[in-house]
């Protein structure tokens, strides 16, 4: 890969409290896509207002995209992005069998957690105005064990694990031109391609495993994901569809 793909914005920030807070403020302004990258963060979050960690060397950076369409519908670009990091990973380390994809927004590194996805957005109704991806890449340096969730995938980083040193502005330069390819894709043909290569490389397919909200945990085979984008297991009560949820291995 090489270049930058057309029609987006790249500003590099050497510190912000996060890119996401950072989209939101400049989304009112922006005419097209721009991605946000930050050498340090002050506040970084992931999911459900959980910290993240993000030591100088790592990759944070928020895609900001203008949309004019339902929520359900972008909430999709996850599997976008997850894709478009997968290509981005493969690029810079020339190692495809190493990394594969996790639902709902995480990418594995030899079965560790590399990087996470996270989606936020605004709008009126059931119609949202821009959407923000917010990317976290573990390239120097991971967060110990005791600093994640018990049970959750242990933290790996790409230095670490494969020898491999890249910097943030290298690894957006890849990324941005793969997942400039993805939304096109997604914007012409819809889900179902995006659907069919995120199956391809997907983590623990047709494999037992657990999904978990607040209220509800789900033991079963990983089938699919749906044209939704919902996880579908098969569990010893029949096939479910799973809209949202924590999984583990």
């Given at each position: 890969?090489?270049?930058?793909?057309?029609?987006?914005?790249?500003?590099?920030?050497?510190?912000?409290?996060?890119?996401?807070?950072?989209?939101?403020?400049?989304?009112?302004?922006?005419?097209?896509?721009?991605?946000?990258?930050?050498?340090?963060?002050?506040?970084?979050?992931?999911?459900?207002?959980?910290?993240?960690?993000?030591?100088?060397?790592?990759?944070?950076?928020?895609?900001?995209?203008?949309?004019?369409?339902?929520?359900?519908?972008?909430?999709?670009?996850?599997?976008?992005?997850?894709?478009?990091?997968?290509?981005?990973?493969?690029?810079?380390?020339?190692?495809?069998?190493?990394?594969?994809?996790?639902?709902?927004?995480?990418?594995?590194?030899?079965?560790?957690?590399?990087?996470?996805?996270?989606?936020?957005?605004?709008?009126?109704?059931?119609v949202l105005s821009h959407l923000a991806i917010?990317?976290?890449?573990?390239?120097?340096?991971?967060?110990?064990?005791?600093?994640?969730?018990?049970?959750?995938?242990?933290?790996?980083?790409?230095?670490?694990?494969?020898?491999?040193?890249?910097?943030?502005?290298?690894?957006?330069?890849?990324?941005?031109?793969?997942?400039?390819?993805?939304?096109?894709?997604?914007?012409?043909?819809?889900?179902?391609?995006?659907?069919?290569?995120?199956?391809?490389?997907?983590?623990?397919?047709?494999?037992?495993?657990?999904?978990?909200?607040?209220?509800?945990?789900?033991?079963?085979?990983?089938?699919?994901?749906?044209?939704?984008?919902?996880?579908?297991?098969?569990?010893?009560?029949?096939?479910?569809?799973?809209?949202?949820?924590?999984?583990?291995?």
């Open positions: 890969m090489s270049g930058w793909p057309d029609g987006y914005g790249r500003r590099i920030m050497a510190s912000v409290d996060s890119t996401l807070s950072e989209a939101a403020r400049i989304a009112p302004e922006i005419a097209g896509p721009e991605w946000i990258l930050a050498h340090t963060q002050t506040a970084a979050r992931g999911r459900r207002g959980r910290a993240w960690s993000a030591p100088t060397g790592n990759f944070s950076a928020t895609l900001v995209l203008p949309v004019a369409e339902p929520a359900q519908h972008a909430a999709l670009r996850s599997f976008v992005a997850s894709l478009a990091l997968y290509d981005a990973f493969v690029a810079v380390s020339g190692q495809s069998a190493a990394f594969a994809l996790k639902w709902p927004n995480d990418v594995l590194l030899r079965g560790g957690k590399v990087a996470g996805i996270l989606l936020e957005s605004a709008g009126q109704g059931h917010g990317i976290g890449v573990n390239l120097a340096a991971a967060p110990s064990v005791q600093d994640v969730e018990a049970g959750a995938v242990p933290p790996v980083a790409l230095r670490t694990t494969l020898g491999i040193d890249v910097t943030p502005e290298a690894f957006l330069d890849a990324l941005a031109v793969a997942y400039a390819n993805y939304e096109t894709q997604f914007r012409d043909f819809g889900f179902a391609p995006i659907r069919t290569a995120w199956m391809q490389k997907a983590a623990r397919l047709n494999e037992m495993i657990r999904a978990r909200t607040a209220r509800e945990e789900w033991h079963g085979i990983f089938r699919e994901v749906d044209a939704d984008g919902q996880l579908v297991l098969e569990t010893a009560k029949g096939r479910i569809s799973v809209p949202a949820a924590d999984v583990y291995f």
